[in-house]
Nanobody, 126 residues
Framework: QVQLVESGGGLVQAGGSLRLSCAAS??????????MGWFRQAPGKEREFVAA????????YYADSVKGRFTISRDNVKNTVYLQMNSLKAEDTAVYYCAADNNLVVVTTVSSYDYWGQGTQVTVSS
């Protein structure tokens, strides 16, 4: 079983920055973490895609709403994926979830990911 543990959430003022981390463990084969992504869910809304990255880091996708402000990266030695969030807006407020899958192709839909973290709250005050 794959475990994903997010950290780094918190309360920040609009225009500020946060860096989320997600550490993966539980499987000896790192193919389970081939594709890793970040999603978010605001109260009363569906979970939505934020960013995803493949194993090599060569393929990265972002939601239009975060392009130019968020950066996803990964450290395969540490089995950790990061989400650097800059120029935060009130509408970025949500619970942020890390996800992992053994897809070799980067995917952006919730249903495509097999493994999920417990989520970390990000609150941006205006």
């Amino acid at each position: 079983q794959v475990q994903l543990v997010e950290s780094g959430g918190g309360l920040v003022q609009a225009g500020g920055s946060l860096r989320l981390s997600c550490a993966a463990s539980g499987r000896a084969s790192t193919s389970y973490y081939s594709t890793m992504g970040w999603f978010r869910q605001a109260p009363g809304k569906e979970r939505e895609f934020v960013a995803a990255i493949d194993w090599s880091g060569a393929t990265i996708y972002y939601a239009d709403s975060v392009k130019g402000r968020f950066t996803i990266s990964r450290d395969n030695v540490k089995n950790t994926v990061y989400l650097q969030m800059n120029s935060l807006k009130a509408e970025d407020t949500a619970v942020y979830y890390c996800a992992a899958d053994n897809n070799l192709v980067v995917v952006t839909t919730v249903s495509s990911y097999d493994y999920w973290g417990q989520g970390t709250q990000v609150t941006v005050s205006s």
